[in-house]
């Protein structure tokens, strides 16, 4: 595969996923923008053809839309150009979860969990062909923080850093790089589009330094990427306590203090 492979960033039309596309280009990668927004791919892919001489091509999709997804999925099976998937669309919902309806809630894991593992599903069997490639998986620290309320969000949040985990120790020995992204709250449209004024909120991250942290890790090629988290040894406090866990999982008798039931 090329050193500067062609990037597919879906929710590239504002936000994390269009500040992606600027640092991408600047770094001379070839882009492929995916969003619902056309006008807003063509105006943001003009600046940055213009600005930075890379090519980019845009592909208008909803990928909640199955036809939609499928067009994206076609392009990252056939072509050989694009070399890092940089799974970003995604949204939050309003409300706690019974002011939810189920098919805002469907809507939501269709957006923030279904359509990254296909796309992933998509692209996994070209680069492991190829023994390179990249997919970036954007989640979030609510998925490791049910105390914050958001319980649906923050459960799809949970399955993308699951899921980012889990394919880099399936596809890491094959080549590929796997990188799970975990911002907190950064400024960005996300917030107004759930009714909530992100001047309000306390220890908000500009979006430019968000995406160029999550781009140190890319480059030191880590596995879980937490721009806001300052003391990494909680992290890895954090992954050791859950695999203490693991190798007393298989048991032929449930623990003492089951066992008193019948
Ligand atoms: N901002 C924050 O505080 C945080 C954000 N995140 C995550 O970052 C990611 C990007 O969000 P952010 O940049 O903040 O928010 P934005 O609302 O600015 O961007 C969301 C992007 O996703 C696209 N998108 C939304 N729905 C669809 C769809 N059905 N099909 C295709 N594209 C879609 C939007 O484009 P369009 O409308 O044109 O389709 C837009 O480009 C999300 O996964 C979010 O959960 C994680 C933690 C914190
Ligand atoms: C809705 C949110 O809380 C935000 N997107 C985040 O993931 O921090």
Redesign the pocket.
Known sequence: MADTPTVLI??????????YAERFARRGHNLLL????KA??EALSARLREETGVTIDIL??????SD?LAAVETRLRDDRQIGILV??????LEGTFVDQAANDIA?LI???AT?VARLASAVAPRFIEAGSGAIIN?????GLAPEFGMSV?GA??AF?TFLSQGLSLELGPKGIYVQA?????????????VGID?NTLQG??E?GE?VDAALAGFDKREPVTIPPLHDAAQWDAYQAARQTMIPGFAQVHAAERYRSAS
Request: charged share 15%.
């Open positions: 879906t929710g590239a039309s504002s936000g994390i996923g269009a500040t995916v969003a619902r927004n807003r791919l208008p999709a909803d990928v909640t839309n939609e799974n970003n669309a995604g949204a939050s809507q269709a957006l923030n359509a954007i989640s979030s620290v609510v969000y799809t949040k993308v992204v975990l911002p907190a709250a950064t400024r960005t449209e996300l917030w107004e589009l992100v908000v991250m979006v968000l």
